[in-house]
């Protein structure tokens, strides 16, 4: 058996960019980062990924996979677009 030990300190979950410091702040919570597509369970066996500023269907899946992915690739075509 394997013995493990606890972090004295907890450790917050951030995203950090040392070159790219902004009023002091190095760091955002991870928490105040939110999607802009989310997959919700429509039915059985079937996925609706939802726009999460405006709650409209912005598309739909059978498979979980197929629906995360589609979530992931419109946030990535969002971002490209500003």
């Known amino acids: ?3 493990f030990t ?3 300190h907890p450790v917050t979950p951030r995203m950090v960019n040392p070159h790219d410091a902004f009023d002091g702040i190095d760091y955002l919570p ?5 999607p802009r597509y989310r997959v919700v369970l429509a039915g059985k066996c079937f996925f609706h990924i939802e726009e999460t500023s405006t709650g409209r269907v912005r598309g739909f899946r059978t498979d979980h996979n197929e629906a995360c992915y589609l979530a992931r690739h419109l946030e990535r075509s969002a971002g490209t677009q500003q």
């Open 1 to 3: 058996m394997g013995t």
């Open 6 to 8: 606890t972090l004295i």
């Open 30 to 34: 991870v928490s105040l980062i939110q």
